[in-house]
């Protein structure tokens, strides 16, 4: 897909809506003949972070639920700013396998990456590996406003390792129960809130031939965020504390070994389906309609957008607690910035890797990010308010409805236990051991975080 350069900041959208989610984009960024009157000036105040012209800026991005679209049309659009600057826009699916060796003595990482999927660098094991990014935040924005100064609150907080920022995350992700809310209402039904309605929901969803869940190899550790979610309503922010300080014995604490238990109940009532592969037990939930719910963060309303039935209304709600009077409210949920972008330090043009995104970063680009992917970016006010949508407007709903009851957490990513998290629920979820194995799992990876003096640890109040 060729994007014009007439398609500037004003038509970035159009740009942004062809790319498909999951589906590799060409490699290589637009180009044609410009159009001055569309482009924004290249002022030398546009130039914060020294780019040179002419020159070629890499960039590597995870192609997943968003696809790579939303990297290209803002590669385009840094084309149209600076004449002879070039952008080649590389997709994969496993971010680690294509960039890894690249950070070895003699070879040279790409200029952005995009640190996303299950096979994610482990970036705290790497930090040094990556130039600040304080100056992007510090810089002004393509409409001219300070970009710290349009950013939600706390979300430069998951790309701070060893009190340096290397990392902007992109997408604000509210994770819940995600479900068709025209399913629901033809049934009757509303999302539990407490764990054993749930059960009975999953009672009546057996009645039907149908599950209560759905899990897909690849995604099983979104199974640990419905956990965590829900462990951390339930007995505070002491639950949060434990897990993100890898405290000992953090997995056995009383709120976590309850809401186990009742996973382990659901697995053994054959609530839970193995759906195969993850991209097909999506589509088992949202087009063939075999299970009601699906853990998940936002991007899945994007993900499955071009494969669900015509009827499915993408609606999310918070996870329920083990009882009706959780140390949270109810409403409580849990929203974090994903698509995690780093600026490798012995890239070739490091100054490439940021005045992109800062591109990226700009009011517009935002918004139609959101208006494409349907869930909000860290920027704020820039979700788009034309855009009719069950799944942003839940979204929406659910961030209004918690209020300052919003939490996150970031020791998985952050330590990069991806897939070893994955490993150690897949076995659970296939019913090979139970909720109290699955826990000694994860103590166990836990501690070898902890334990081991060459990682740089990080605390949380």
Not at 155 to 167: E, M
Not at 184 to 195: I, K, L, Q, S, Y
Not at 403 to 413: I, K, P, Y
Not at 440 to 454: I, M, W, Y
Request: aromatic share 8%; glycine share 8%.
């Amino acid at each position: 897909m060729k994007i014009s350069r007439r398609h500037v900041l004003a038509t970035l959208a159009a740009s942004s809506v062809a790319a498909v989610a999951c589906q590799p984009d060409p490699p290589e960024a637009p180009s044609g003949p410009s159009s001055p009157a569309a482009s924004p000036s290249a002022s030398p105040s546009a130039l914060p972070f020294g780019l040179e012209t002419p020159s070629r800026v890499e960039a590597v991005v995870f192609d997943g639920g968003f696809g790579t679209g939303y990297v290209r049309a803002a590669a385009g659009l840094l084309s149209d700013l600076y004449d002879g600057v070039t952008v080649l826009v590389t997709p994969t699916t496993d971010i680690s396998g294509t960039v890894a060796d690249l950070f070895a003595d003699g070879a040279t990482p790409p200029d952005l990456i995009d640190n996303s999927g299950v096979g994610k660098l482990s970036v705290a094991s790497m930090a040094d590996d990556f130039a600040s990014l304080d100056d992007v935040v510090e810089s002004e924005n393509l409409e001219g406003i300070p970009i710290a100064e349009t950013l939600y609150h706390g979300v430069l907080d998951a790309g701070t390792f060893n009190g340096r920022l290397i990392a902007i995350n992109y997408a604000l992700s509210v994770y819940g129960l995600w479900h068709s809310a025209t399913a629901f209402a033809a049934a009757g039904w509303a999302v539990p809130a407490t764990w054993d309605t749930l059960l009975e929901l999953g009672e009546e969803a057996r009645r039907e031939g149908r599950y209560l869940f759905v899990w897909g190899e690849g995604a099983e550790s979104y199974y640990q965020e419905l956990a965590i979610t829900s462990a951390i309503k339930e007995g505070g922010h002491d639950v949060r504390r434990a897990l993100d300080n890898l405290e000992e014995g953090c997995w056995f604490h009383p709120a976590v070994s309850g809401v186990l238990d009742q996973l382990e109940l659901c697995v053994a009532e054959g609530f839970l389906l193995d759906g195969g592969p993850y991209l097909e037990a999506q589509e088992r939930w949202s087009r063939d309609g075999e299970a009601l719910l699906y853990p998940s963060g936002a991007w899945i309303a994007h993900e499955m957008a071009g494969t669900a039935s015509a009827d499915f209304a993408f609606t999310v709600a918070p996870v329920p607690t083990l009882t009706a009077a959780p140390t949270l409210p109810a409403t409580a949920i849990h929203s974090a910035p994903t698509e995690q972008f780093l600026v490798p330090e012995r890239a070739n043009n490091p100054a490439g890797g940021k005045e992109l995104l800062r591109i990226m970063l700009s009011q517009q680009a935002a918004a139609d990010f959101s208006r494409t992917n349907l869930i909000p970016t860290v920027v704020r006010g820039s979700v788009p308010a034309d855009v009719e949508s069950t799944a942003l407007a839940s979204q929406t709903r659910l961030l209004a409805d918690a209020g300052e009851d919003v939490f996150t957490w970031r020791f998985d990513s952050h330590y990069g236990l991806g897939q070893e998290t994955n490993n150690a629920w897949r076995g659970f979820l296939r019913a090979e051991y139970g909720a109290a194995v699955l826990a000694e799992r994860l103590q166990s990876l836990t501690d070898a975080v902890r334990n081991d003096p060459d990682i740089e640890r990080y605390t949380v109040d």
